[in-house]
């Protein structure tokens, strides 16, 4: 939860006087999303999200991640859509920073997920995969495999604070990863969207309406997208792996784009790389979050038995699927 | 901020179905706030707050609260309304706590308080003061005089990590406000707001469009919540005293509500006892909250300064009154 960037009335006034979309009745910070400032903004002609971008997402990534989201949107994909201003543009500036509009998606983000959303997850995700195939601006994934070791390095004998033996262990594992991970083009590949967490799925009765936060989005293979949503979705609150969650997700995700058996083998090695990168991430946090800071630290120790999980997988089968 | 309880969609449901405002449409986690969960609730009708009111809160108090609000309400004070369900009540139970459904107040709480937005202020608390005279119910002050040597207790020699010599400095201070401390009776007293920092007043353009978050609202005396508002809207961020904000403010109140010439001698003493009490509060949070807790503790010490400032003063002409 976080809202970093505190936004004078004359500042916002300003700002949405650039668009086309009333005057503001009211802006209130929303406690969702780590990243970046998000206010809902209500104008005399609706909802909006406003969003300022903080230090942690590059300015130069921006028009990738507005441009995804237009492109998206236009093809229908339930996506928020960035709104044009009077200049033509989709991003401007306020309060200093970087600063978007987007529509407002209604919605509630699942926060039991069941069967049922995994299948309308898979659906989405490969339709995603689909519409996002002649989207012209490429994106690396610098949170792949190459930033894991400098991430683990920068938390150094500190991860055994976590829980002893945690830097060791972690090592071991990145050496595994790093002699198996896929190269470009050994699995098909476009843009993934790469934190499809339950937080940023909408569904309205079962019906899946809105995926949202585009901002760690970026070229990589599609299977790996699977794997983050495997983690993400499929474990229990109490840690065990559901295994009828995974199987409906990619049935349904297969039913739209089918996945090869190149990316089906992969999946146990992506598993463990996603879980590898939360952790991770997670754990650079932990170590890093001061007292007074505005966003709670997310226990990186969860990633740590989805990631023995995965070890222990003999192949896809584990995953529900023949 | 703060967002405390997470509400499953089949809970959500249930519980708007309770009442005649339509169907879900979305919920989202207000990051403001520090003593509920608030959420921002858009329903086939309109927008609401939704507000699951945790520990701090005593249930005991709320039926306090909430009439409160529909009392001042019915009288047109810009003041949330509770919503009243469909079994007759504006209190029910949501996730095992006690819960409501608010009207939304349009507007945005001034980030850069001017001298209008103190007058206005002023006007408002007077007007709230004497409309809220017949309300019935009764609750006393819980944060004033009688609790602040148990808090600095409680913080003990603690207190002296956040700064050298802190816990005698305010020991000394102490003794003061409880030999001078004005008694039941002595000042014109009724409901008051005691916390009617900017974050909780609304304004649209000039007009002040909502007094907001009544749950520190009890009975004490009038000139108590001046006070409060005298240290949170008068003071600039790097420290100084603005008499032209606290002029406009006092001016405009007592333009309502005229104060005796008791209420304006006491002034200083009262401004140091609301500094007390914030920096006492600050404080205890400074020191007992853990490092993943989801609300960021405020600095106590931005109190101390204002307390010094009081000290210092030789009567109300401190504060712009002749």
Known sequence: MAVYTEITDDELFAFVDGYAIGRVLSCKGI????????????????????????????????????????????????CPTPIINNAGNTLGTLCGRPAAIISFLDGLWPKRPTAEHCAGLGEAMANMHLCGADFEIRRENNLSVASWRPLLESCGPRADEVRPGLAGLLAGELDALEKGWPGPGDLPSGVIHADLFPDNVFFQGKELSGLIDYYFACNDCFAYDLAICLNAWCFEPEGSFNITKARRMLTAYRRVRDFSQAELAALPLLARGSAMRFLLTRLYDWL???????????????????????????????????
């Not at 999200?49 to 339930?78: C, Q, W």
Request: charged share 25%; hydrophobic share 35%.
């Open 288 to 322: 890093n979050t001061p007292k007074d800071a505005l966003v709670t630290p997310k226990d990186p120790l969860e990633y740590l038995e989805k990631l023995r999980f995965h070890q222990g997988t003999s192949g896809p089968g584990a995953y529900g699927l023949e």
């Open 31 to 78: 406690a969702e999303g780590v990243e970046n400032s998000n206010y809902l903004l209500k104008t005399e002609t609706g909802s909006f999200i406003l969003t300022l971008y903080e230090k942690r997402v590059s300015v130069d990534d921006l028009p990738f991640f507005l441009g995804l989201m237009t492109h998206l949107a236009k093809k229908n994909v339930p």
